[in-house]
């Protein structure tokens, strides 16, 4: 039973446009969401996260918004960039302030010049 | 800066071989952790140390051992491979008192290929 779900496996959008990513969870336990980025070859990087507590964070180019009614998050990056050309993990965790950490299993998004 | 340290980067084995797997990182963390990455599954959580001398089990530990060298190295071993543990295996660390412990530090990754 996978308890973050990112139900598409691929996204495309052009430079400058809106690039929204979308995760689904189904346990209330979870109280801390992180968006990773991850290049070929390298190991995932943290990019955003949000606390249950809050329904939106923002960081530059980057927003998560969390929806705990629906159990669903998404990313949104604007403008889309080329180098924004990566795999997204949706992550969650329900042990407070671990590395224990349930992901998702990404979600590859092509910026196109 | 090297952050997280992983080697060795690539790795053919047979099944029944033994090998390990290490990490290292120079950021002072607490807490250390092996995730395996497979295609449409996200990444698992196998083992983790939340402190030097402590180690537990994760979501998929079956098959693995893992031991904490010491505060910067935390190897991962598998004693008998098999195919089902073909894999990308990523180290990473994290600190309490960091602002988010949640926020891993990952190595580059070490893909294991079991024939």
């Known amino acids: 039973d996978q308890q973050v779900k990112q139900n598409s496996p691929s996204l495309s959008v052009q430079e400058g446009r809106i690039s929204i990513l979308n995760c689904d969870y189904t346990?209330?336990?979870?109280?801390?969401f992180l968006w990773y980025k991850k290049y070929p070859a390298e190991g995932p990087t943290f990019l955003i996260s949000?606390?249950?507590?809050?329904d939106k964070n923002e960081d530059g180019r980057f927003t998560v918004f969390l929806n705990k009614s629906a159990k669903h998050l998404s990313l949104h990056i604007v403008p889309s960039q080329p180098g924004d050309s990566a795999v997204y993990f949706c992550?969650?965790?329900?042990?407070?302030?671990?590395?224990?950490?349930?992901f998702g299993q990404g979600t590859t998004l092509q910026v196109k010049p | 800066n090297a952050g997280v340290t992983q080697t060795p980067k690539f790795q053919v084995l047979k099944t029944g071989q033994s090998m390990t797997l290490q990490c290292a990182q120079d950021?002072?963390?607490?807490?250390m952790y092996w995730y395996r990455q497979d295609p449409g599954m996200g990444l698992r959580l196998i083992y983790y140390?939340?402190?030097?001398?402590?180690?537990d089990k994760g979501e998929v530990p079956n098959g693995y051992n893992v031991s904490r060298l010491n505060k910067r190295e935390f190897s991962l071993r598998l004693e008998s491979a098999a195919p089902s543990q073909t894999s990308v295996y990523f180290c990473?660390?994290?600190?309490?008192?960091?602002?988010?412990?949640?926020?891993?530090?990952f190595g580059a990754g070490s893909r294991l290929t079991v024939l």
């Open positions: 990473a660390s994290t600190s309490p008192g960091v602002a988010g412990a949640n926020v891993l530090t």
């Open positions: 346990n209330s336990m979870f109280d801390y």
């Open positions: 949000i606390s249950s507590i809050k």
């Open positions: 992550a969650a965790s329900a042990t407070g302030n671990t590395g224990k950490l349930i």
């Open positions: 950021m002072n963390h607490n807490s």
């Open positions: 140390s939340a402190s030097e001398g402590t180690t």
